[in-house]
């Protein structure tokens, strides 16, 4: 019997590395600079920025969730395509490697504060924060146990 595509929207995202996901969803929650935006088939065309965070994709009556980076979702009532600058599952998340993001680009935002640097500087090393602190609020909810012990160490230890 073929399966019933009606109320089902295609999704794809797409990264500079590769195409990170392709396939009809039945619906998506994406983060977007003005909150979380959610999308089903039939949905009004509509184009939005995307910011660092969750993406929540149900198929069917499975959930899966990943975290993207900024980028944009451009929506029809037929497709979803999301271009960004990284998605990753989470067991594909570096615990220590997106803690010491976060770290260096808070200690130079400090310095840039301090020495009076100019506002495109500042702007891109926000960014590496904002994808650093979505990376660890993902964690946090959906990372596996591991991930989590490993994240609160960190934390703890300020390294």
């Known amino acids: 019997m073929a399966e019933d595509i009606s109320h089902k929207i295609h999704l794809i995202i797409i990264t500079p590395k590769k195409t990170f996901y392709e396939g009809l969803v039945s619906s998506a929650s994406m983060p977007t600079i003005d909150g979380e935006f959610g999308v089903m088939a039939g949905h009004t065309p509509f184009v939005a920025a995307l910011f660092p965070g969750t993406f929540t994709i149900r198929v069917d009556e499975d959930i899966k969730r990943f975290v993207v980076s900024e980028g944009y979702a451009e929506i029809n009532q037929r497709a979803i395509i999301v271009i960004c600058n990284s998605a990753e599952w989470p067991e ?12 260096d680009g808070m200690a130079e935002l400090e310095k840039q504060d301090k020495e009076g640097v100019g506002q495109v500087y500042t702007e891109d090393v926000k960014r590496v924060v904002d994808r650093s602190l979505a990376r660890m609020r993902f ?5 596996s146990d591991s991930q989590k012990s490993r994240l609160a160490q960190l934390k703890e230890k300020g390294l």
């Open 92 to 103: 594909e998340i570096k615990v220590r490697q997106i803690f010491e993001s976060y770290r």
């Open 139 to 143: 964690i946090e909810r959906y990372g």
